[in-house]
Every structure is written in structure tokens, then in C-alpha cells.
């Protein structure tokens, strides 16, 4: 089995390479010049973490101003 090393793009056996924490697989050869990941792979990876607590704290806050819409326009709708 082959993998494509994320640092230089040689294709290598699965056993000469490494699979990094952001699930990017670097060669030993580009490991042993100290590169341990690339910047693009670790990007992806934190924007794919973050993404749910987001979504959530934007529903929460549209649900607030959902509450709210009324208070801050002065219509009156919900007045008695």
C-alpha cells in the first residue's frame, strides 16, 4: 500500500512514512529535514474542530434575537 507524503508529494510505501496528528502522512525523509507538518493541513484541521461550537453559538444567538426582535423594534405585537 502507497501513500502521497503531504510535504514533498512522493508517492511512498505506508511503512517510510508517518501519519501526523492532522492526519497528513510525511516521509521519513522529509522527517528527518524536521518538518512535521504543512501549514495547509493544520488550517483544515482546526476550521473542522471549531466548526460545530460555532453553528451552535450562531443558533443560539439568532434565537436570542428572535426573543428580543420585539423589545428592540417597539412593535406591538406581544403587547397587551
Request: glycine share 18%.
Given at each position: 500500500m502507497t501513500r502521497q507524503c503531504a510535504a514533498c508529494s512522493k508517492i511512498v510505501a505506508r511503512k517510510d512514512c508517518h501519519k501526523n496528528r492532522y492526519a497528513q502522512y510525511i516521509c521519513h525523509a522529509c522527517q528527518a529535514t524536521g518538518i512535521r507538518f504543512t501549514p495547509?493541513?493544520?488550517r483544515r484541521y482546526w476550521m473542522r474542530r471549531l466548526r460545530a461550537p460555532l453553528l451552535?453559538?450562531?443558533?443560539?444567538l439568532c434565537l436570542i434575537a428572535l426573543l428580543l426582535w420585539p423589545y428592540l423594534t417597539g412593535s406591538a405585537?406581544?403587547?397587551p
Open positions: 495547509q493541513g493544520r451552535v453559538g450562531l443558533m443560539v405585537i406581544f403587547r
